[in-house]
């Protein structure tokens, strides 16, 4: 996974370690900046089992500001923001390992330190019967439900 630059951040921002689930840690760099995902724009992804991505579309590149070859095989984790308890992503995997469709709101890390919030629904991709991968599509979502997902996930912390 491409490692967070200072070069790239724009603004003040704050500094964290990310303990991943695998084990490994991340230094991240975190602004309060946000960037709104535009109405009616579809910010796609698709992952292996493991959760590496396969495919990313233009408006997921644009709006995490990695390039696509950053991005193409690194786990999903590299848009994992600070503000997201462990206990969502578990939700998350437990839910389309078992086959089974899951939505949620997640806020996600740019590569320059900002975040933007999305309703995200990840389905497990089927073929002849067998889990071949996921597919994440996510979009624009009111600002109600960020305010609920801050309190909820600052209350999960
Ligand atoms: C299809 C799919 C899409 C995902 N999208 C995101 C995402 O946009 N942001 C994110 O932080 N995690 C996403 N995840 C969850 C990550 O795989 C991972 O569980 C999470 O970032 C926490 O990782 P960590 O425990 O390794 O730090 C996605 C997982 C799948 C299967």
Redesign the pocket.
Known sequence: MKAMSLDNIVGDYQSFT?H???GSERLVYVTDIETIVPDGRLIV?R?DLQ?LITHVNTSFIDMSGYLEEELIGS???I???PD?P?AA?KD??DT?QQGRKWHGY?K?LRQDGGYYWVY?T?IPNIRQGKLIG???V?RKTSRNHVSAAEELYRSMQ
Do not use: I
Request: no cysteine.
């Open positions: 990310l991943h689930d695998d992804s992952t959760g786990p999903h984790s848009l994992r923001h997201m462990a992503f998350l995997w389309v997640v996600n995200a990840v996921y597919t994440s996510r």
